[in-house]
């Protein structure tokens, strides 16, 4: 079993989702991956191996499918 907690960030694009994004992926913790979501694409210099990127609208079917397929410790929107 892993012990990897996996985050779901909506809406990543704005500035507090970047910001948030950011801190999580610096702050060096080893087991946590980052699935960011928004109907906007994130900025180039965010880029990171413990980190996805899905372009969606929390709203639509895919956000739920995503939501129920994702195992995600928690949700921050």
């Known amino acids: 079993m892993s012990d990897i907690k ?3 960030i909506t809406g990543a694009a704005g500035a507090i989702g970047l910001q948030v994004i950011k801190r999580m992926l ?3 913790f080893k ?3 980052v699935v960011a979501t928004d109907v906007r694409a994130l ?3 965010i ?3 413990r980190l996805k990127f899905s372009k969606l609208d929390i709203r639509g079917k895919e ?3 995503l939501i ?3 195992n995600f410790y928690g949700v921050l929107h």
């Open 31 to 33: 087991n946590l991956e």
């Open 68 to 70: 129920q397929a994702g």
């Open 6 to 8: 996996r985050w779901l």
């Open 43 to 45: 900025p180039s210099f």
């Open 26 to 28: 610096q702050d060096g």
């Open 63 to 65: 956000a739920f499918d």
């Open 47 to 49: 880029n990171h191996p």
